[in-house]
């Protein structure tokens, strides 16, 4: 990913809280000679050394599993993202761009076949999404359905050998052109435009 110094974000404490929060992702690498994506959620397991590892699983019926194990991958993570329109900067010699805030992992993956560690992987998955409904559902693995559920799908662990980190804020405009853009972005409301003026209003405060 290309990064410009002025939106590059390397602590790793918020690249991990970002991952966390946006963790539908998107699995990339390649089958045979072409580029191949997945899209699906992603746990983040930080006990390993550097970055942690990414867990998840597949449908056994994907043939994106077939060539995954061992291969270099990128799972790739996106956050807000919203369009900046000049009129809001009131200078002349400007033009339109878009702020956004991702983050990629890469690393060395590892698939997951045996009943035990795939029940377990589906166990966690389950209870870290459920963990936010007012009435939570648990998964059974003691059960025949559970038993073939997990001859259905592929588990895959990726030790993250490399994090980057990409939050565009407009950092490499003038602080009040930037006060503006945030200004205008709360004021049309919806979700990712929200979500990025908040961002930018924390780059706007010392030690934000």
């Known amino acids: 990913m290309y990064v410009p110094p002025a939106f590059a974000e390397t602590d790793p404490s918020v690249l991990g809280a970002f991952i966390r929060r946006h963790s539908f992702g998107l699995l990339v690498s390649h089958v045979g000679s072409e580029p191949f ?3 699906l959620p992603f746990l983040l397991d930080t006990a390993a050394e550097p970055h942690g590892t990414l867990v998840g699983h597949v449908a056994r019926a994907n043939p994106h599993w077939h060539h995954l194990d061992g291969q270099q991958a990128l799972a790739v993570f996106s956050g807000p993202h919203a369009y900046v329109s000049p ?13 956004y805030t991702a983050v990629h992992a890469y690393g060395r993956v590892t698939l997951v076949h ?3 560690p795939l029940l377990e992987i589906v166990r ?11 009435t939570q559902w648990a998964f059974d693995g003691s059960t025949q359905f559970a038993a073939r559920l997990v001859t259905q799908i592929v588990g895959f662990r990726i030790e993250i050998e490399r994090l980057e980190g990409k939050f565009k804020l407009s950092q490499n405009h003038p602080l009040e052109r930037r006060e503006k853009v945030a200004t205008a972005l709360l ?4 979700e990712n435009a929200v979500g990025v003026a908040e961002l930018m209003r924390r780059t ?3 030690g934000g």
């Open 37 to 39: 994506a997945t899209h």
């Open 87 to 99: 009129t809001w900067y009131a200078a002349e010699n400007v033009v339109p761009t878009w702020n």
């Open 114 to 116: 045996k009943a035990e």
């Open 124 to 134: 966690e998955t389950v209870a870290y999404y459920e963990a936010a409904m007012p």
């Open 187 to 190: 004021a049309q409301g919806d």
């Open 204 to 206: 706007l405060t010392p």
